[in-house]
């Protein structure tokens, strides 16, 4: 089965590219820069906002798994672009193609889109998926964690310090990127009813719960701040002026940081006999920490 993939060079898509190597999928996988080859995949150069590369993507593809998206930009036009638009390109290139079968990869904030302009553009995204007549899958991961991942470094690190700066308190699941990468090879290759997916790995946490979680994986008793809206938008403006365009946390992301309930729907969860999370948290942290840590990072 020939799978066209976006964002394969990305934190989710390194961990499917790593997953169907042994799967038997053969991925065709768009990238901005020259990759190392690898047995089983098809580097294709290009860009979403460049409709010929996207054409030469998918053809002779079976099935699109559409990873690619922007996770943080500085204005609204970097959401569109990144979430809106490529996402508008790949459904017109896999209908141009007649290629049916389309898994989107979108994000839990959709749920709310009134909380983010994050939120709001991953939400858009999806509407011109469900409106684009393909056999679609929409899939809304929990916050996505693990080796190579760049998004919870800070946190570690503060954990590292015996420190936790969590949001108003509330309740969240995360999903292992391995674990999330296995779903997405098993969803291209089924055929199944049009649905919204949303995914986590089933355990609920407070925000201390994670804490403790995360200070246990560098072995470290942390003491959980709880910080209000107004001291994180605080904390979004000093971290922009200290990283500009490379700031974690931005005041979008202060917008659903402190939404009190972030964990899937059991009603909207992937049926068991299609996928269960295999990565308890504990392990999964442990092995990220360790990431870091293999890495000079942590």
């Known amino acids: 089965m020939i799978v066209a993939v976006t964002g394969a060079t990305g934190f989710v898509g390194r961990a499917v590219v790593d997953r169907a190597a042994g799967s038997g999928l053969t991925l065709r996988a768009l990238t901005r820069r020259a990759q190392p080859s690898r047995a089983g995949i098809t580097w294709i150069a290009g860009a979403l906002d460049k409709p010929d590369t996207l054409a030469t993507l998918v053809e002779g593809a079976d099935a699109v798994l559409h990873i690619a998206g922007v996770v943080n930009a500085p204005d609204r036009e970097g959401f569109v672009a990144g979430n809106i638009d490529g996402t508008r390109a790949m459904v017109e290139a896999a209908k141009a193609a007649g290629v049916r079968r389309f898994v989107h990869v979108s994000s839990l904030s959709a749920r709310e889109p009134d909380l983010s302009v994050y939120g709001w553009s991953k939400r858009q995204a999806e509407d011109i998926v469900i409106d684009s007549g ?26 590292k310090l015996g420190l936790a700066f969590m949001p108003p308190p509330g309740r969240l699941s995360l999903v292992a990127v391995e674990d999330f990468a296995r779903l997405l090879t098993t969803l291209v290759a089924t055929v199944g009813p049009r649905a919204v997916l949303e995914v986590d790995d089933g355990q609920v946490l407070t925000h201390a719960d994670l804490a403790r979680a995360m200070g246990a994986s560098v072995g470290r008793r942390v003491m959980t701040l709880h910080l209000p809206k107004r001291l994180l938008q605080l904390g979004a403006r000093i971290d922009r002026a200290l990283r500009g365009k490379g700031a974690k946390l931005t005041a979008d992301r202060v917008g659903y940081l402190c939404h009190p309930d972030w964990t899937a729907d059991p009603a909207k969860r992937p049926s068991p006999d299609l996928w269960e999370p295999a990565i308890p948290l504990s392990k999964g942290l442990a092995d990220t920490a360790r990431w870091y840590r293999a890495n000079g990072l942590l």
């Open 134 to 159: 393909l056999d679609w899958t929409i899939v809304r991961p929990s916050g996505i964690y693990g080796p190579h991942d760049t998004e919870w470094l800070d946190v570690f690190r503060t954990a």
